[in-house]
């Protein structure tokens, strides 16, 4: 199973809003709803930002927002703010029964 | 507040064997669907194994990748879960995770993880 495929980097300015792809295929991304999205901050764990494609869990600020089209799926960040510059990583279910995360993008607050 | 508490950090020398644990408290670790991911120095997050809920608790999905080498068990009595892998090579020097599944109680089980231990730090070198 090959990792979902990320952009390395993306930037945005406060205030902007930005958007991460994360591209599989139809035996993970393209073939369920399981599409999540987890924030990780240097040296810390992930955090789950964003599960089944566009959910989001109970403390999440409504500024994430995640959707999915084929076999890409995509995070939108909405009024960027200095604390959203971390690492995004998505992960999909597949259909082997296994999991599969992307490469991670970095998201750089200019 | 579920937390989960992973062992200390490990060298290792290749060719042997590592095994961590990962300790869960505030909860109900019956219920608890955990997965092992890794992620290597300053690399991406990698899926190694673990419980896949709609295949029951008893028996964990691994990654193709570490199959045969990666086995993934747990003690309920302690309410921990462990993974054990072997073989080491100097690629599998990264940061260990275990990694609770979410869960709600209207919707039940989902594909992603809301609760992670904090890591374990594991050096493979001669």
Same mark, same amino acid.
């Given at each position: 199973q090959?990792?979902?495929?990320?952009p390395?980097s993306?930037s945005?300015s406060?205030?902007q809003?930005?958007t991460?792809?994360c591209?599989?295929?139809?035996?993970?991304?393209?073939g369920?709803n399981?599409v999540?999205?987890y924030?990780?901050?240097p040296? &810390?764990?992930?955090k789950?930002m964003?599960?089944d494609v566009?959910?989001?869990?109970s403390?999440?600020s409504?500024?994430f927002?995640?959707? &999915?089209?084929?076999?890409?799926a995509?995070?939108?960040?909405?009024?960027?703010?200095?604390?959203?510059?971390a690492?995004?990583?998505?992960?999909?279910y597949t259909s082997s029964?296994t999991?599969?995360?992307?490469?991670?993008t970095?998201?750089?607050?200019l | 507040?579920?937390?989960?508490?992973q062992?200390?950090?490990?060298?290792?020398?290749?060719?042997?064997?590592?095994k961590v644990?990962c300790t869960?408290?505030g909860?109900?670790?019956s219920?608890?669907?955990?997965?092992?991911?890794r992620?290597?120095?300053?690399?991406?997050?990698?899926?190694m194994?673990?419980?896949?809920?709609?295949?029951g608790?008893?028996?964990?999905?691994?990654?193709?990748k570490?199959?045969?080498r990666?086995?993934?068990t747990?003690?309920?009595?302690v309410?921990t879960a462990y993974?054990?892998?072997s073989?080491?090579?100097s690629?599998d020097?990264?940061?260990?995770?275990?990694? &609770?599944?979410?869960?709600?109680?209207s919707?039940?089980?989902?594909?992603?993880f809301d609760?992670?231990?904090?890591?374990?730090?594991?050096?493979?070198?001669?």
């Amino acid at each position: 199973q090959s990792a979902l495929t990320q952009p390395a980097s993306v930037s945005g300015s406060p205030g902007q809003s930005i958007t991460i792809s994360c591209t599989g295929t139809s035996r993970d991304i393209g073939g369920n709803n399981y599409v999540s999205w987890y924030q990780q901050h240097p040296g &810390k764990a992930p955090k789950l930002m964003i599960f089944d494609v566009s959910y989001r869990p109970s403390g999440v600020s409504s500024r994430f927002s995640g959707s &999915k089209s084929g076999n890409t799926a995509s995070l939108t960040i909405s009024g960027l703010q200095a604390e959203d510059e971390a690492d995004y990583f998505c992960s999909s279910y597949t259909s082997s029964f296994t999991l599969v995360f992307g490469g991670g993008t970095k998201l750089t607050v200019l | 507040q579920v937390q989960l508490v992973q062992s200390g950090a490990e060298m290792k020398k290749p060719g042997s064997s590592l095994k961590v644990s990962c300790t869960a408290s505030g909860g109900t670790f019956s219920t608890y669907a955990i997965s092992w991911v890794r992620q290597a120095p300053g690399q991406g997050l990698e899926w190694m194994g673990g419980i896949i809920p709609v295949f029951g608790f008893e028996t964990p999905h691994y990654a193709q990748k570490f199959q045969g080498r990666v086995t993934i068990t747990a003690d309920e009595a302690v309410s921990t879960a462990y993974l054990v892998l072997s073989s080491l090579r100097s690629e599998d020097t990264a940061v260990y995770y275990c990694a &609770k599944m979410y869960y709600e109680v209207s919707t039940g089980y989902h594909d992603a993880f809301d609760i992670w231990g904090q890591g374990t730090m594991v050096t493979v070198s001669s």
